[in-house]
């Protein structure tokens, strides 16, 4: 069933994350109904808006950091290519801060 996607373990991670989140974010809004803000994004959101950004931001920097491995291997002068457990902990980062001060 799973066979056409290369499920690596930083892969399996990552999904396994977004998995949790969503089943937070929907008890967290059946205890505690959220309400717009604004924040740093130039528009009003609610918990939901800025789960969903934020999981699009993090997709972005990871596929931005896959695309890009090789040539950070020649901008730093790496022998093999980065890990992208580094991605994995950015888009995470970036994920918690615009959830906080979105």
């Keep these: 069933m799973f066979a056409w996607m290369v499920w690596t373990t930083p ?15 929907t008890v967290w809004e059946l205890k505690s109904p959220t309400t717009s803000r604004r924040g740093f994004l130039p528009l009003e959101t609610t918990r939901g808006d800025r789960l969903f950004i934020g999981l699009l931001t993090a997709a972005y920097i990871n596929l931005a950091f896959v695309g890009l491995a090789d040539k950070f291997m020649q901008w730093f ?20 801060l615009i959830m906080r001060r979105g």
């Design 11 to 25: 892969v399996a991670v990552f999904f396994t994350c977004i998995v949790l989140m969503l089943i937070g974010m």
């Design 77 to 96: 002068s790496l022998e093999s290519e980065p890990s992208v457990w580094i991605s994995f902990v950015i888009s995470m980062a970036v994920l918690a």
